[in-house]
């Protein structure tokens, strides 16, 4: 998330990184999402606007984050960056609560999706490569609501190095929160 937060920055955009830690999701995704809500307090203050952007596992912490009553309404803007919204076959390969929480037809996901009204009110962008292999089937990194972008980056990790993912960024960015901050 750096290249894309220094992209953001280049761009006149205000950005704060949370470390998603540990990256393997052990105490879980409700409790990343708790940590979330706390670093908002704390970085953003009460009358500003922002947008969330966020990468795989943390898509799922950021929309939970959202779609939660810890959010305030401020929220402007959701961006997904490979988010497995639907599951996704690699977390069957490690046994973290985090990661069985990003499997098909987990309680997790089967939550956020019958909340999934609470992102209507938000501009909401799924950003999904049909070459990822981290988030299987490619399908289950789009949304059900707001628009989707394919970008065919390579891998994964690639979106986020992708100069078309930045660009899409910056213009919806300069849309949904005209005084920078994301």
């Known amino acids: 998330m ?3 937060a220094g992209c953001l920055r280049d761009a006149g955009h205000e950005c704060h990184l949370l470390p998603l830690a540990p990256s393997d999701g052990r105490g879980g995704l ?7 809500a706390t670093f908002v307090g704390k970085m953003i203050p009460d009358n500003q606007v922002f947008a969330v952007v966020a990468f795989s596992m943390g898509a799922l912490v950021a929309r ?12 402007k803007a959701f961006f997904s960056i490979a988010g497995p919204h639907k599951g996704t076959y690699s977390a069957n390969l490690y046994s973290s609560l985090g990661v069985r929480e990003m499997r098909s ?13 609470f992102l ?10 049909p070459f990822d292999l981290m988030v299987r089937p490619v399908s289950s990194a789009i949304l059900p609501v707001g628009e989707n972008v394919r970008i065919p980056a390579l891998l994964h990790t690639l979106l986020l190095f992708d100069a078309r993912l930045h660009k899409d960024l910056i213009r919806r960015l300069a849309v949904v929160t005209p005084d920078p901050l994301a």
Not at 30 to 36: F, M, P, T, V
Not at 120 to 129: D, M
Request: proline content about 0%.
């Open 120 to 129: 209507e009110n938000l501009s909401t962008t799924s950003y999904w490569t």
């Open 64 to 75: 939970h984050y959202l779609q939660s009553r810890v959010n305030d309404g401020r929220a």
């Open 30 to 36: 409700e409790r990343q999402s708790a940590r979330l």
């Open 105 to 117: 037809g987990s309680k997790f996901l089967s939550d956020l999706d019958a909340g999934s009204r």
């Open 2 to 4: 750096r290249k894309v």
